[in-house]
């Protein structure tokens, strides 16, 4: 009789369902020179908090990717989406031709199977793909998303932002940029110039052009029709309505490169346990309105505790701010480390720190005032004076 | 006598003088005015400056939905005080009847727009920015290089209306990223007890994979024993078990017939589990398992690790 074995009894005894996401799934990156390099923003979703996740990157372009983000990770409670930057840094010595590689994002849950002698853990995964075009030619490839004409103030110039997708790998403007201004009725052409752009956007970007354009309109709201030119071609035509103002709008100097500054998170630097902290960022954007929002990972010590983020909201030109919030449960020193996630753009990290400690105290036995005291004291005095008065009067022996 | 009847005739005189006042001259001052009137042509409003996720690419969120913000601007000659409403479209650009289509959480979303406060009334102020807000859910259609629509994009539409009639739309487009997501809904499976040598015959445990993204899917399997590239299964008290003697398949299958042995090597599986038409339901497919033990050489309690991976599959090849 052969021996038996207690073997393989069970697949995955989990009490939750063990899920994972990718968007997007690829990385195709075209006409990519020697030497340079691209980053793309990828969400993980759909991960059970506390699961550790794993990134495990295979192929031919293995070394060329690097990510953001320890390549074991566990997930903070209540972290619906997880930004991954990816970056793929091409070799200064690789061949012309394509190159493949995958990246296997694996979930797996941390609880260990209890009661079971024999078992098998069954792993989530998906997988993040690289396509990788290396040439030594010049790709000019590029689409331009949006142009914006922010409001600006009577004798202030007229700022105008051209956002330009660069999918080639050599820098691009436009060759011309025609701004019309008519009546806000669109009955008389009011002015019109021909601009050129200095600065231009490098290769496997995303940036902007800005343009100043003097004016001496009075205050009002006016059309303006832009027109963008590649050699002779109208690459993108739009118009919009332009608004002079009489008071200096909130906006920085228009030279400046378009991006949403982080300049500080303030944390209260003590708290008490169970305490609901307010993370407030503090956000600086010198042109266009954009949709943003403001995450904060939260570590103890070295562990990653949560991730919190502030709704998504659109944030204009000038100052603004973000808030998040984060109640902790444990006592010790925790660093928070922020950014603000725009337009498929991670802002660089602030790192704030905030102690908890104690218990939270229940709020005192709130005294009652000595004025209250005073009358409850007068009412008391004024009813039994009453009250002897009234036994004296009815107790009177009568003399008739 | 005389004096009574003086003082009250100077009293009537009085109030006939007064009441005179009264009637007369307001005639006197029609005489000297004109009434006028006229009607102003209704102007019909007009949209521009539209922003579809703050001009970014649409990502999803797995199995759940996801807010996705639009702005416009609105201009009415009228004054802006004369903009009554903006009806919002969200659609794939090549769905049939585009923006009049039906609403289809796979094609097709439709926002009422919120007016921002941004409106001075008066008459000279003829502008007024609306936000619109579409909640799109995890398998609306993918529009980006790779997916099955690559060729397509998603548009955003916005028509303004007065009182009396709708007026011009503007539009902006983006893509929906793909979103390649899944769970494995399992329960606890018992393969009871095998002697060395025995398998589990044409007895099958499987994994059901649910589909979570916006595309379709394949899944890639491999495994390990103890730790990954070993090339067992399962490594038991005594001994190890070799990575083959693990099997699977997409349909049931008799141990050592059509199923498929792990590998080191993460393997494709043609699964073609379908993305989703219908939020209450997640398309499935179970994953079919069989087990086999050698005839020496393990004895005791046995653990082991699958790792099952989503795989793209946008045009279910």
């Not at chain 2, 099952?308 to 279910?316: F, H, L, W, Y």
């Amino acid at each position: 009789m052969k021996p038996l074995v207690h073997a393989l009894v069970f697949l995955i005894v989990l009490s939750t369902v063990n899920a994972i996401g990718i968007s997007p799934p690829r990385i195709i990156a075209e006409g990519m020179n020697r030497g340079t390099q691209i980053e793309k923003l990828v969400f993980l979703s759909g991960v059970n908090s506390r699961d550790e996740v794993t990134i495990a990157v295979e192929g031919e372009v293995a070394s060329w990717v690097s990510v953001d983000r320890e390549l074991r990770f566990t997930v903070p409670d209540a972290t619906p989406e997880i930004p991954l930057v990816f970056r793929i840094a091409v070799p200064q010595d690789k061949p012309n031709g394509k190159y493949t590689g995958t990246a296997r994002l694996t979930s797996a849950s941390r609880t260990p199977l209890t009661g079971q002698q024999t078992s098998v853990s069954v792993v989530a995964g998906v997988t993040l793909s690289f396509d990788v075009e290396v040439t030594g030619e010049q790709v000019k490839a590029y689409k331009i998303t949006s142009v914006t004409l922010p409001p600006t103030s009577e004798q202030a110039p007229i700022t105008l932002i051209i956002t330009i997708d660069n999918t080639g790998n050599v820098a691009v403007k436009p060759s011309l940029v025609k701004l019309m201004i008519a009546d806000k009725f669109k009955q008389s052409l009011l002015s019109s110039a021909n601009l050129t752009a200095t600065n231009a956007v490098a290769g496997h970007t995303k940036g902007n052009i800005t343009l100043v354009v003097p004016q001496h309109l009075k205050p009002e709201e006016y059309w303006a029709r832009v027109e963008v030119y590649d050699g002779t071609t109208v690459k993108f035509s739009q118009e919009s309505v332009l608004e002079i103002t009489t008071t200096q709008p909130a906006q920085t100097t228009p030279q400046q490169p378009v991006q949403i500054l982080l300049k500080q998170v303030v944390v209260p630097p003590t708290v008490r346990t169970n305490d609901v902290i307010k993370l407030s960022a503090s956000l600086e954007n010198p042109a266009r309105p954009v949709s943003a929002k403001f995450l904060a990972e939260i570590y103890k010590g070295e562990r990653l505790v949560k991730v919190v983020e502030s709704p998504v909201e659109q944030i204009n030109t000038g100052h603004a701010n973000l808030t998040a919030y984060f109640t902790p449960t444990e006592d010790g020193a925790y660093t928070v480390k922020a950014y603000v996630l725009y337009e498929s753009v991670k802002t660089p990290l602030k790192e704030s720190s905030f102690v908890v400690g104690g218990i939270k105290k229940t709020p005192p036995v709130e005294k009652k005032s000595w004025w209250s005291k005073l009358l409850i004291l007068l009412v008391l005095i004024t009813a039994g004076y009453v009250a002897f008065h009234w036994w004296r009067k009815t107790h009177r022996r009568r003399i008739w | 006598m005389k004096e009574n009847i003086k003082s009250i005739l100077m009293h009537a005189v009085l109030v006939l003088a007064v009441a005179g006042v009264v009637v007369v001259l307001p005639r006197l001052a029609d005489a000297a005015n004109s009434s006028t009137s006229a009607s102003v042509t209704n102007a019909a409003p007009v949209a521009s400056s539209p922003v579809l996720n703050g001009g970014s690419d649409i990502t999803l969120t797995s199995n759940t939905t996801k807010s996705i913000l639009t702005t416009i601007t609105i201009t009415d000659n009228n004054g802006c005080e004369d903009i009554s409403s903006v009806a919002g479209k969200l659609f794939r650009t090549t769905v049939t009847d585009g923006a009049g289509a039906a609403d289809n959480n796979r094609t097709h979303y439709t926002s009422t727009c919120v007016a921002n406060n941004d409106c001075t009334a008066g008459g000279s102020d003829l502008t007024k920015t609306f936000n619109c807000t579409f909640v799109m859910t995890w398998y609306a259609d993918a529009t980006d290089a790779g997916s099955a629509n690559a060729s397509t994009n998603w548009t955003f539409t916005a028509t303004p209306s007065d009182a009396s009639v709708s007026g011009t739309n503007a539009s902006a487009v983006q893509e929906v990223n793909t979103l390649t997501s899944m769970s494995l809904e399992t329960t606890s499976i018992a393969y009871g007890t095998l002697a060395l040598g025995g398998d589990t015959g044409a007895t099958n445990q499987n994994i059901t994979i649910a589909n979570h993204g916006n595309e379709n899917l394949d899944v890639s399997l491999t495994g390990y024993g103890s730790s990954s590239g070993d090339n067992k299964s399962m490594s038991c008290t005594i001994g190890k078990v070799e990575i083959n003697k693990l099997q699977y398949n997409s349909s049931s299958f008799t141990y050592g017939t059509s199923g498929v042995g792990l590998s080191n090597v993460t393997t494709e599986l043609d699964l073609d589990v379908a993305q989703g038409s219908d939020s209450t339901v997640r398309p499935s497919k179970p994953v079919y398992f069989g087990f086999g033990l050698p005839s020496t050489g393990v004895g005791g309690s046995c653990t082991g690790t699958v790792v099952i991976t989503a795989v793209s599959d946008p045009n279910t090849d």
